[in-house]
T-cell receptor
């Protein structure tokens, strides 16, 4: 089944404790992206990747890191999480470069709470 | 800069029509529409490209006015399954940043 998977689905952590949210897709998509969703603010892009080893900042990249060493994986790293990073996070992927003209497939989401 | 969606929320009875608008302050290459049901991930509906090409579902239509940098999503003869939050995403310029609006909550009642 074609899908985007994220792990963990739920995470409660404390301020400053480094964490990684994994994202994997099995559709051989070039483009992958991370979004955060907060009430009343919609979906905001954190980082995106047009292909292996090619990443760029979205609209809200502060406090996050990403890497794209393999085509299928695009982990989101929070080196020192803070309470304002409490949010619902979505990973998405699409075929083609940049996903400009293609639909994005979203993962199920990761609900992160930073205490 | 996030595109502006209107209305913020709309309540319909089954069978009624709705229009959701999306406007941007910058020149656009494409407009993307997604629907998100409560507790689920967003799901693709449609992409409208500069020049008039559309890719998406047959039962949902949309328009893209490039000059006005606006798009509208048309939901006709609404069904209960149409309920959810609708997001437009805009792509402009030479980068690949897809910027979503804050969403429009659509509720369809029996």
């Amino acid at each position: 089944e074609a899908q985007v998977t994220q792990n963990p689905r739920y995470l409660i952590t404390v301020t400053g404790k480094k964490l990684t949210v994994t994202c994997s897709q099995n559709m051989n998509h070039e483009y992958m992206s991370w979004y955060r969703q907060d009430p009343g603010l919609g979906l905001r892009q954190i980082y995106y990747s047009m292909n292996v080893e090619v990443t760029d900042k979205g609209d809200v990249p502060e406090g996050y890191k990403v890497s794209r060493k393999e085509k299928r994986n695009f982990p989101l790293i929070l080196e020192s999480p803070s309470p304002n990073q409490t949010s619902l996070y979505f990973c998405a992927s699409s075929r083609g470069t940049g996903g400009s003209y293609n639909e994005q497939f979203f993962g199920p989401g990761t609900r992160l709470t930073v205490l | 800069q996030q595109p502006v969606q209107s209305p913020q929320a709309v309540i319909l009875r089954e069978g009624e029509d709705a229009v959701i608008n999306c406007s941007s302050s910058k020149a656009l290459y494409s407009v993307h529409w997604y629907r998100q049901k409560h507790g689920e991930a967003p799901v693709f509906l449609m992409i409208l490209l500069k020049g008039g090409e559309q890719k998406g579902h047959e039962k949902i239509s949309a328009s893209f006015n490039e000059k006005k940098q606006q798009s509208s999503l048309y939901l006709t003869a609404s069904q209960l399954s149409y309920s959810g939050t609708y997001f437009c995403g805009t792509l402009g310029g030479s980068n690949y940043k897809l910027t979503f609006g804050k969403g429009t909550l659509l509720t369809v009642n029996p």
